[in-house]
């Protein structure tokens, strides 16, 4: 019974590069969410989906980031033209339904050079 | 928005004590998560707490929901090396149940 799982669990990527982040929902889970953590910081909120649409961005920056959860397929988080402040750990979360408790995955731990 | 804020921010303890934290927040809250996580790992949820003066168990876990909704605890008995980890309290945000806040964390270490 695979729980979320997200790949890369290490991303290294230059200023300006693109980074793509992958989530597989746990199997069932048809809600994802995804938090940004910094050192010594809690999680925050970013995104939430369901299958092919986006139902709360209110937590994502409104430039260079965005995510989609296609019909097919892992969800994805992308940040274009990377800068140093965004290197963080990026953890995708799922859930069942609205109201259930969310689930982790192990995290992207992004880093810009 | 919402904030909770933890106590204490670290905790060093001997192996087989108790221990203690808790989470406060100026507005209400309705449900309580405490979540664990190990270095390099997502977090893990431990508890949830639906009702005001839940009192929920598991394994050497207990938390409770305050009765004013603002506030909770976590208590860990007979802590073992394996214990150590950041404890994250967490709630749905009022204006938005999807939002989970999160807690700064109590980093607890165990010392053997």
């Known amino acids: 019974n695979a729980g979320v799982m997200q790949n890369p669990r290490h991303l290294v990527r230059r200023r300006g590069q693109e980074a793509r982040l992958r989530c597989s929902p746990m199997?069932?889970?048809?809600?994802v969410y995804w938090y940004r953590q910094l050192p010594e910081e809690g999680l925050k909120f970013m995104v939430y989906?369901?299958?092919?649409?986006?139902?709360?961005e209110s937590g994502m920056p409104k430039e260079r980031f965005s995510a989609e959860f296609p019909k097919e397929g892992p969800s994805i988080l992308r940040i274009q033209q990377v800068v140093r402040g965004d290197s963080a750990a990026y953890f995708c979360?799922?859930?069942?339904?609205?109201?259930?408790?969310?689930?982790f995955g192990n995290g992207t731990r992004l880093t810009v050079t | 928005g919402q904030q909770l804020n933890q106590s204490p921010q670290s905790m060093f303890i001997q192996e087989g004590e108790d221990v203690s934290m808790n989470c406060t927040s100026s507005?209400?809250?309705?449900?309580w998560l405490w979540y664990k996580q190990d270095p390099g790992e997502g977090p893990v949820l431990l508890i949830a707490l639906y009702k005001a003066g839940e009192l929920t168990s598991n394994g050497r876990l207990t938390a409770q929901f305050g009765i004013t909704r603002k506030d909770s605890f976590l208590n860990i008995s007979a802590s073992i090396p394996s214990d150590v980890g950041i404890y994250f309290c967490a709630g749905p945000e009022e204006t938005s149940g999807s939002r989970l806040t999160f807690g700064e964390g109590t980093q607890l270490t165990v010392n053997p």
């Open positions: 979360a799922s859930s069942p339904s609205y109201s259930s408790p969310l689930h």
């Open positions: 989906l369901q299958k092919e649409n986006i139902i709360d």
């Open positions: 507005s209400i809250f309705n449900t």
């Open positions: 199997k069932g889970h048809s809600h």
